[in-house]
C-alpha cells in the first residue's frame, strides 16, 4: 500500500470558541495519520490557550495563524503556514465521530488523478444520510448548487464545500486557490473554487467515508445576521454577487437572484424585522454589484 500524503488541516474559527474546542478535540482522536493542524484564530482578543489543551496533547502538530480579513483571507492565509501534501477544510461548527476521517480523506489520494475530495456531510437534527446518488444535474453549475452531500454513494463531482473537503495542494497552486475576490463575509468561494478545477480537468471526487456532523451554529462564522458581524454593508454582498456574475448561466439568474442574493441580504429575518434598514441594504446591494462586476 501506498504511504498515505502529508496533511495540513485548515481550521478559520470566529466567535465559537466553545465550538471550536470540540473540533480539535475530534481532531486529537484521529488515528492512523499525523496531521498538522493550522488554526485561523479570526477573533480579538485571541481565543483561550485552553482550547488547544486536546490538540497540543496528541500525536498532532498545531499552528495558530492570526487573521481578522475574512474567511477567505484566514484560510489563504493557513495554506500559507502549512506545509502538507494536500490540504483538508474544515468548519468551525462541525463534530467528526469517526476517528479515521483523516485517514478517510487520504486515502483517496492514492489514485494520481484524484485532484480533491468533498467529504459527507450530515445535518440537524438527526444527522442522517441521504439515500443515493446526490441527484442527477444537466450542467456542472446545476452540481456545484445543489449536489446533496448527505448522499452515500461515491462518485465523480462538480463540487466542493469548505465545511469538509481536501485537495492536492498542487491543485491548489494550479489554480490559484481560494480567490481573494470573495472577501469579508463570503459565500459560494468552494463553489467557485470547484468549477475552476472542472473546467481545468481536474476530478473531484465524493467520498462518503470521510463524514462529519454540520452543528450549524447560530452566530459567529459567515453568519450574516450576527450583530457583531462588523463588515460594512457593501462587503457582506460581494461575494453573493461574483458568484452570480461569473457562474450563474441565463436560465438560473432569475432563481439565484432570489434565493442566492435576497435571501441572504435584504431577507435576512432581522432585516424583514427592520424596514428601516431596507435602505442601507439595497445601497450595499448596488455597491457590491458594481464592485463585483469589476473584478468579473
Not at 478535540?25 to 482550547?51: F, H, K, W
Not at 501534501?85 to 474544515?90: A, E, N, Q, S, T
Amino acid at each position: 500500500m501506498d504511504p498515505l500524503p502529508s496533511l495540513s488541516v485548515i481550521l478559520a474559527t470566529w466567535r465559537r470558541p466553545d465550538s471550536a474546542r470540540l473540533v480539535l478535540g475530534d481532531l486529537a482522536r484521529q488515528t492512523g495519520v499525523r496531521a498538522e493542524v493550522v488554526v485561523i484564530d479570526q477573533n480579538l482578543p485571541p481565543m483561550d490557550e485552553s482550547i488547544y489543551e486536546f490538540i497540543r496533547a496528541s500525536p498532532h502538530t498545531l499552528k495558530v495563524v492570526g487573521q481578522r480579513q475574512g474567511v477567505v483571507a484566514a484560510r489563504r492565509a493557513g495554506v500559507a503556514a502549512s506545509s502538507g501534501d494536500v490540504l483538508v477544510f474544515i468548519d468551525d461548527d462541525i463534530r467528526i465521530p469517526d476517528a479515521n476521517f483523516l485517514v478517510n480523506h487520504a486515502r483517496n489520494y492514492a489514485d494520481d488523478e484524484v485532484m480533491a475530495v468533498c467529504g459527507q456531510e450530515l445535518s440537524p437534527p438527526d444527522y442522517q444520510p441521504g439515500a443515493g446518488s446526490g441527484g442527477e444535474f444537466a450542467t456542472p453549475f446545476e452540481q456545484a448548487v445543489f449536489f446533496h452531500r448527505a448522499s452515500t454513494e461515491r462518485r465523480v463531482v462538480a463540487h466542493l464545500a469548505t465545511c469538509n473537503c481536501s485537495l492536492r495542494r498542487d491543485a491548489w497552486e494550479k489554480v490559484g486557490g481560494l480567490d481573494p475576490a470573495f472577501a469579508g463575509n463570503s459565500y459560494g468561494d468552494d463553489y467557485d473554487l470547484a468549477l475552476r478545477m472542472h473546467s481545468a480537468g481536474m476530478n473531484i471526487v465524493f467520498d462518503p467515508s470521510a463524514s462529519m456532523q454540520h452543528t450549524r451554529a447560530p452566530m459567529g462564522g459567515l453568519r450574516l445576521d450576527d450583530p457583531q458581524n462588523d463588515y460594512k454593508e457593501w462587503e457582506k454582498y460581494v461575494s453573493l454577487w461574483l458568484f452570480h456574475l461569473r457562474h450563474v448561466p441565463p436560465k438560473w439568474r432569475p432563481w439565484n437572484f432570489r434565493q442566492g442574493i435576497l435571501r441572504k441580504s435584504l431577507l435576512l429575518k432581522r432585516n424583514a424585522l427592520r424596514p428601516w434598514r431596507w435602505p442601507s441594504v439595497i445601497w450595499g446591494l448596488l455597491r457590491a454589484r458594481a464592485v463585483a462586476k469589476r473584478v468579473v
